[in-house]
């Protein structure tokens, strides 16, 4: 069983509505927890960065952390076609530590 | 600042070959990293460097793979000899900061071996 599972989609929405994506872990010792966004024949770039429990907003973006479900994810409101990308689940122990990569859930943003 | 350059963006060879890799990292970036991409096992860190020594290696699939980063602006990840099983993307990031968190990655290498 991998460390990080992430289902890779495709998950098709239409343009304006919310796009929910969501990772689960096996190591409860993860803190670190990140959502990265690859476009076609692209490196991943990072969009959201969370430490433990909680939640984040930054623009359209939220990220939510649930520790004790060992439960991640990332919801995007008022979505647009250029959100259409593959979105990276990432996280690791500490601050040293290597990241873990989910598998990416390919979106897809029709107009 | 161009960001991260990879070179060659495509890289086609036969089974056998040495495939050598290149990266330019951000400039002041004192962490360099490799990673690999494929369907079956995603993004996998293969090494880091930290000021040009290698750190963690253990990602390194086989003796097959070598890295050396000889300056702070240049690294080359070399497949000798390659399999078509090593066919993938690989990726070099660099970033400023001890965790890879906010690495900033290049565009990468597809690499195919027939």
């Known amino acids: 069983q991998k460390e990080v599972e992430q289902d890779p989609g495709p998950l098709s929405v239409p343009e304006g509505a919310i796009v929910s994506l969501n990772c689960t872990y096996s190591?409860?010792?993860?803190?670190?927890f990140m959502w990265y966004r690859q476009y076609s024949r692209k490196g991943p770039e990072l969009l959201m960065y969370?430490?433990?429990?909680g939640n984040k907003e930054d623009g359209r973006f939220t990220a939510q952390v649930d520790k004790s479900s060992k439960y991640i994810s990332l919801f995007i409101r008022d979505s647009q076609p250029s959100d259409s990308a593959t979105y990276l689940c990432?996280?690791?122990?500490?601050?040293?530590?290597?990241?873990?990569f989910g598998a990416g859930t390919q979106v897809v943003v029709t107009p | 600042d161009a960001g991260v350059i990879q070179s060659p963006r495509h890289e086609v060879t036969e089974m056998g070959q040495e495939v050598t890799l290149r990266c330019k990292p951000i400039?002041?970036?004192?962490?360099l990293f490799w990673y690999r991409q494929t369907m079956m096992r995603g993004l996998e860190l293969l090494i880091y460097?930290?000021?040009?020594?290698?750190?963690?290696d253990s990602g390194m699939p086989e003796d097959r793979f070598s890295a050396k980063m000889p300056n702070a602006s240049f690294s080359t990840l070399k497949i000798q000899p390659s399999e078509p099983r090593d066919s993938a993307v690989y990726f070099c990031?660099?970033?400023?900061?001890?965790?890879?968190?906010?690495?900033?990655f290049g565009q990468g290498t597809r690499l195919t071996v027939v």
């Open positions: 990432a996280m690791r122990a500490d601050s040293w530590g290597k990241l873990q």
């Open positions: 969370t430490y433990s429990s």
């Open positions: 400039s002041g970036h004192d962490y």
């Open positions: 190591n409860s010792a993860f803190q670190y």
């Open positions: 990031a660099s970033s400023l900061t001890p965790g890879n968190t906010e690495a900033f």
């Open positions: 460097f930290n000021n040009n020594v290698p750190i963690d």
